[in-house]
């Protein structure tokens, strides 16, 4: 089972491995973008070095970055490396998806090649998978599209946990150099049309060769590309569009020249495209297929001005993100939700009970008049102010149109609705595991889950908050209500479970607890947990057994 805190590492390292490639997007030149690229895998993935070596017009690979040690920056930066020597690294050692890793113990042979390295010798490891100072691990950069084309090398060293990657480690490795050939891709396809753009406002003798340069720059750019008009009635409907765009979209050039950005734009992304500024404006967003599927994409603005007329039309690049976004979401789902039955974890179970609470405690109303009053916003009385909306507080607070969480009372059914939390313990689990293995457990965690979550509405949720124990939050309900929900509940669980042809069965003890304002996600689970505990003690232990 994984320990409770590692959900929480792996979110923090998809935020760092976010941030690093959002970073990308920033620099301004191809240098500052390999320079970033570099800086990324430091900062963001947990190595001490990092080296990237780019392709050459001539085919060998120069050293055109580095980050993590200014001696050996000092050494290396813009040494030359062959490729017959790079291509003979990248098919030794052990092929980890598309990263390649080459041991110390088989790294000997290239002591003597020509590829540019930094390596010192060291002590045999330690442990297994301890990471030895002449261990080589490489991340292949292709042009985008996924092509055969190399465009780089990305070299790794000194893992500051000092352990070869892991799964996770890896996954993140190959991600990044994935975007990092993107971004170096993109920059110097900037580079290109900015001296296609400089030529045209500065070289009129030129024009024709300029207007030339920037067609093939336009037409033939792996990444979409559209020119739309400004200004006037007919502002942002598209004048031009290349077969990148056009292959994206699933629709001919003259199906899309009826159309604008703001027609083609997911309903909920409108807000984005609108906040996008004309010049360096950039936005991610959905854009319609003509099959009525939304892809993701990422725009990217720029003027193209005329020298005597002002700003004519709008470039655009369009670049397709869907295989980032579907690594985000899954990565964020890895990150959030139990690996074994694919319900929320103990951490997006507290994020999400903490994003019902407020500091505050809401106290009712003892009178009809001051029930108004708190709805509206009593602005006479002070009292009456605390949780009602102020109109004249500051827009914007903490507490504005907050709808705070009240526990019913338990003892005199009112009728009162709260946000319920069944906190459920299986009985008998450990002794199904005991007798038949973990493997038998981990059937009988899955059904149950699958058990309790057809059981309770949509807007529900169902978390597994590690071991055998569960978790329900049911919004809306008042005592009688969890009560009978408990009930149906454990109900469910209780018929047998058939795992290899085998009926095994297990019970389940239920405590309920309400959240309320002024209380921590941690103290609701606990007062749910200590009245789970009175539940199953009140009940004789024979009717708690299972197996």
């Known amino acids: 089972m994984e320990a409770e805190s590692e959900p929480y590492v792996r979110l923090a390292t998809m935020r760092q491995l976010h941030q690093a490639v959002a970073d990308l997007n920033t620099a301004r030149s191809l240098a500052d973008t390999l320079q970033t690229v570099a800086d990324g895998i430091v900062a963001g993935l947990g190595y001490g070095l990092a080296c990237v070596n780019l392709v050459r017009p001539d085919g060998d690979l120069v050293v055109a970055a580095f980050a993590g040690s200014s001696a050996a920056e000092a050494l290396i930066t813009g040494r030359v490396g062959s490729r017959g020597s790079w291509e003979r690294r990248l098919s030794m050692g052990e092929a980890w998806d598309e990263l390649r890793f080459i041991p110390h113990t088989d790294g000997w042979v290239l002591l003597d090649d020509d590829v540019p390295q930094w390596h010192t010798e060291g002590p045999e490891p330690r442990f297994e998978d301890e990471w030895h100072p002449e261990d080589r691990l490489y991340a292949p950069m292709y042009a985008s599209g996924g092509g055969p084309d190399l465009l780089g090398v990305i070299s790794v060293d000194r893992p500051r946990n000092g352990r070869r990657p892991g799964a996770w480690g890896r996954e993140a490795l190959q991600m990044y150099a994935s975007q990092a050939a993107i971004a170096i891709s993109n920059a110097r396809l900037r580079a290109n049309m900015q001296r296609a753009l400089v030529r045209l406002e500065r070289e009129q003798q030129a024009l024709r060769a300029s207007e030339e340069s920037f067609r093939q720059a336009f037409e033939y750019a792996p990444s979409g590309m559209a020119i739309a008009e400004m200004g006037g009635d007919q502002h942002g409907r598209l004048l031009r569009t290349n077969d990148a765009l056009c292959r994206l979209l699933g629709r001919p050039a003259s199906v899309l020249r009826r159309y604008s950005f703001a027609d083609l734009v997911h309903p909920e992304d409108v807000g984005t495209l609108l906040r996008t500024s004309a010049e360096g404006g950039r936005a991610e967003l959905r854009l319609g297929r003509r099959d009525g599927t939304y892809l993701w994409v990422s725009l990217r603005n720029s003027v193209v001005a005329d020298t005597t007329d002002g700003p004519r039309f709008l470039l655009t690049h369009v670049e397709d993100i869907e295989e980032r976004k579907r690594h985000e979401l899954h990565l964020a789902h890895r990150a959030s939700h139990d690996a074994l039955t694919g319900l929320p974890n103990s951490a997006e179970l507290r994020s999400r009970l903490g994003a019902r609470l407020c500091e505050r405690p809401h106290s009712v109303a003892t009178t009809a008049v001051e029930a108004l009053d708190a709805a509206y916003g009593d602005v006479d009385d002070p009292d009456t102010r605390t949780h009602g909306y102020d109109v004249d507080s500051a827009p914007g607070g903490p507490y504005d149109h907050h709808v705070h969480a009240v526990a019913p009372d338990t003892g005199d059914d009112d009728g009162a609705k709260g946000l319920a939390v069944l906190f459920c313990d299986l009985d008998g689990f450990k002794s199904i595991n005991d007798r038949f293995g973990h493997h038998t457990g981990d059937a009988v965690l899955i059904e149950v889950a699958r058990r309790l979550t057809i059981c309770v509405r949509d807007g529900d949720t169902v978390a597994r908050l590690g071991g055998d124990e569960f978790v ?73 057994r299972a197996g």
């Not at 095994?504 to 959240?515: D, E, L, N, Y």
């Not at 209380?519 to 505990?533: F, G, K, N, P």
Request: aromatic share 4%; proline share 3%.
């Open 472 to 544: 329900v939050l049911a919004d809306g309900l008042g005592a009688a209500d969890a009560a009978d929900l408990a009930v149906r509940l454990r109900n469910a669980i209780i018929p047998p479970i058939r795992v290899d042809g085998r009926a095994v069965r297990v019970g389940a003890s239920f405590g309920i607890g309400w959240a309320a304002c002024g209380m921590t996600a941690e103290e609701v689970l606990r007062s749910a947990d200590q009245r789970m505990y009175v539940e199953k003690r009140s009940r004789s232990k024979v009717h708690r």
